[in-house]
């Protein structure tokens, strides 16, 4: 099955690259490790940033997470890159900033990513 996977993670890729429909930017703040030893500096890791590629749609009136969505969202498809989407992170869509409302993989194997945002 990992072939399939494989395939289908390479074809929605070159598909979601090719229709992509704005500049996606997402980004993750940087953390913060604690040191081993109190009297130790802790580490800061720089905040990281991916471009996406994508399709947006309306969505219709329907539940995500007990809430229901309004025709005021979106429902955005991403191509997998190489981390996950989690809660937290932010997400620009041509240069205005979304909120996130859930985040669903698409397979186990994050063959592409659907969020729904609003903003």
Do not use: C, H
Not at 25 to 41: C, F, K, M
Not at 54 to 59: E, I, L, N, Y
């Amino acid at each position: 099955m990992a072939d399939f996977y494989d395939r289908a993670s390479t074809t929605a890729s070159r598909l979601l690259t090719k229709f992509n429909q704005a500049e996606y930017i997402l980004s993750r703040a940087g953390i913060v490790i604690p040191a081993q030893n109190e009297w130790d500096e802790p580490t800061q890791l720089p905040p990281q940033t991916w471009t996406l590629y994508g399709t947006s749609d309306a969505v219709e009136a329907k539940y995500v997470d007990g809430d229901v969505v309004t025709a005021s969202a979106r429902q955005l498809m991403f191509a997998a890159f190489d981390d996950v989407i989690k809660t937290g992170d932010v997400l620009t869509v041509n240069g205005k900033v979304q909120t996130v409302l859930k985040i669903m993989p698409v397979t186990e194997r994050n063959v592409a990513w659907v969020v729904f945002v609003v903003g």
